[in-house]
């Protein structure tokens, strides 16, 4: 059993002149990013892992300040694992708040520029042999607060599934190289969607592959 302990400080500046495309006065962003964590492993078949995050944000027309740029106290990730092997196959599940990394991180994951990472409350599960990976999970939005804690809260109306596989092609097939194909099928359900003066539910389907 072993435990270890991380953090992160990261300052960035946003200068933007005639923000919006139109004549006005410049604005700048001064973000800060405070992160600590800890990683627990107990035994062969359990692990613990937390994070705790501090954003701010200062500057000249800041403007309004959304929740992932300024927030007090964020629980960044919190979730727990139980795995092991059967066989000559690792399964496991994951469930709590955690990040989702199993895309374009640009768009399901870190969204770098804010102070605070893209997160999401779920569990996932997985089964990896040694040419074959398969992956499911099922998560809701988080809507970010500004103040505690308490304010950060699971967004029941925005739920996010599906199932990421990965699969070894044979080398055979070009030439000895060897090559991955990451075959994806996921939900995205949302209760309470808003387009203009149109409010109502909406479901949207994602498919493809990677190679």
């Known amino acids: 059993s072993y435990l270890t302990l991380s953090g992160e400080i990261r300052a960035?500046?946003?200068?933007?002149?005639?923000?919006?495309?139109?004549?006005?006065?410049?604005?700048?962003?001064?973000?800060l990013r405070v992160v600590g964590g800890a990683d627990l492993h107990l035994g062969d078949h359990f692990r613990v892992f937390g994070e705790l995050a501090n954003g701010t944000v200062g500057g000249i027309n800041t403007g309004a300040v959304a929740g992932t740029q300024r927030n007090d106290l964020f629980l960044q990730q919190a979730f727990a694992d139980v795995y092991g092997k059967v066989g000559n196959v690792e399964v496991g599940v994951r469930g709590g708040r955690q990040e989702f990394t199993d895309g374009i991180s640009l768009l399901v994951s870190a969204r770098d520029n804010n102070a605070l990472m893209f997160v999401l409350d779920g569990v996932r599960g997985w089964v990896k042999g040694s040419k074959l990976r398969a992956d499911v999970f099922d998560f809701n939005f988080v809507n970010y607060g500004t103040e505690g804690l308490s304010d950060d809260k699971t967004d029941k109306d925005t739920r996010f599934s599906g199932s990421s596989l990965g699969v070894v092609l044979p080398e055979k097939l070009c030439g000895g190289s060897k090559l991955f194909f990451d075959p994806m099928l996921w939900r995205l359900r949302s209760r309470d969607q808003i387009w203009g003066q149109v409010r109502g539910q909406e479901e949207r389907i994602y498919y493809g592959g990677r190679l």
């Open 12 to 31: 960035r500046v946003n200068s933007t002149s005639n923000p919006g495309l139109v004549e006005a006065d410049a604005q700048r962003l001064d973000i």
